[in-house]
């Protein structure tokens, strides 16, 4: 096993896509040290900054003071305590559905949903860039799979009416903002195949809540469509830890009967539940952090394409510099981080070989001297690697 393991991670490092950990010591909302240098983080999904929010902070305080450090046990068995109800009716508030339902993470609400709403016979189709988790649901499922290319839905559409004739229940399944270019799936579209086709449609929306739609109510807002059900996180935007499914009340009900990873998961540690609840409802009470945010990214997007790089088109916090092959987004990074700016470099297979990228992330917490500074140095570095001319 050991030869096979150090095989591997020798093929890894040749291909320049070999994985390792750093040690991040947070100084405050946007700053930490990092393998020891002292740097501004662009890389958290912390999008609003609400994190370190003083009420978020101390809702979390509260909680464990009167519930302790841990749930303790499943949901189901003793872990179910009063503060999932008030952040499970602000998310259906927020996302206009009659219920919601609060998992482990983002990761077990997309694989806990997937794997128990579908099964033999059906038939799930998936966008080519949707999440793992999305795929991994996919698969225990039991439901046949067909992924369409990215956003298209003159495929997507020729796909149904190939299969209209096959028994069982189809599934439409997207991101809502898409993790690594940071589009949008076109929600109102799909809306409408879905219904052409009598398709139920679900969306992932860990990217989309909280940043994009009236309120932060997510893509589907944006849009002024709606899914089926919807699924998403509380630890991006939301500045927390969990996941959870926006859904009929019939859907949740079946879920704490049928899914897995909910009914064998611990619950939540009563601060995430708190914090998050504080947060769904600060998206309402302080809309500046949105706005800020949005036009913090429309600020880098533009600065990086004058200098010439290479941003795909796009409004939302998450800003794609791509670099192309996998050695030269690691020491793009590396030259970076040397200068005081954190910004990750994403290489296959979360990417496509060849685009290979520095993945930007915006927060309304950024400052105009840190989004100033941070494109100096990535102007500076990238001339000097002759990235841009």
Not at 5 to 19: K, N, Q
Not at 60 to 81: D, F, I, P, Q
Not at 272 to 293: D, G, N
Request: aromatic share 6%; glycine share 10%; net charge negative.
């Amino acid at each position: 096993m050991r030869e096979s393991i150090e095989r591997e991670m020798h093929r890894l490092e040749a291909e320049g896509v070999r994985r390792r950990l750093r040690e991040q010591d947070d100084l405050g909302p946007m700053r930490a040290v990092i393998d020891g240098r002292e740097a501004l983080v662009f890389s958290a999904n912390d999008y609003l900054g609400l994190s370190h929010h003083p009420d978020v902070v101390r809702e979390a305080e509260l909680a464990v003071a009167r519930y302790g450090a841990s749930a303790s046990a499943s949901r189901l068995v003793g872990g179910n305590h009063p503060l999932y109800r008030r952040l499970e009716a602000s998310l259906a508030r927020l996302k206009g559905t009659e219920s919601a339902m609060v998992f482990a993470t983002g990761y077990a609400a997309n694989t806990g949903l997937l794997s128990s709403i579908a099964g033999t016979g059906d038939t799930m189709f998936v966008d080519k860039l949707d999440h793992a988790s999305i795929y991994d649901g996919v698969a225990l499922s039991d439901a046949e799979r067909r992924r369409y290319p990215h956003v298209a839905t003159d495929r997507l559409e020729a796909m149904l009416r190939a299969d209209r004739d096959v028994d069982g229940r189809r599934f439409i399944v997207t991101d809502g903002v898409f993790s690594m270019d940071g589009d949008l799936a076109p929600i109102g579209e799909l809306r409408r195949i879905a219904d052409e086709h009598d398709c139920i449609l679900i969306v992932d929306d860990a990217h989309g809540t909280g940043v994009v739609g009236p309120n932060g109510a997510g893509t589907s807002g944006h849009f002024g469509a709606h899914a089926d059900i919807e699924v998403g996180t509380l630890s991006k935007a939301l500045g927390s830890l969990g996941g959870f499914v926006a859904c009929e009340s019939a859907v949740a009900e079946y879920l704490v009967n049928k899914s897995r990873p909910f009914i064998f998961s611990t619950g939540l540690p009563p601060a995430s539940v708190a914090a998050a609840a504080r947060a769904v409802e600060l998206l309402a009470e302080e809309p500046e952090r949105q706005t800020r945010v949005l036009a913090i990214s429309a600020r880098v997007r533009a600065a990086l394409s004058v200098v010439g790089f290479e941003v795909p088109e796009g409004f939302t916090p998450i800003v794609p510099i791509i670099v192309g092959a996998s050695e030269d987004a690691t020491g793009f990074s590396d030259a970076c981080l040397a200068e005081g700016v954190f910004i990750p470099a994403i290489r296959t297979p979360s990417v496509p070989k060849g685009r290979a990228r520095l993945r930007m992330t915006l927060s309304a917490a950024h400052t105009d001297e840190d989004v100033d500074f941070a494109l100096g140095v990535l102007e500076r570095m990238g001339k000097e690697m002759g990235l841009v001319g």
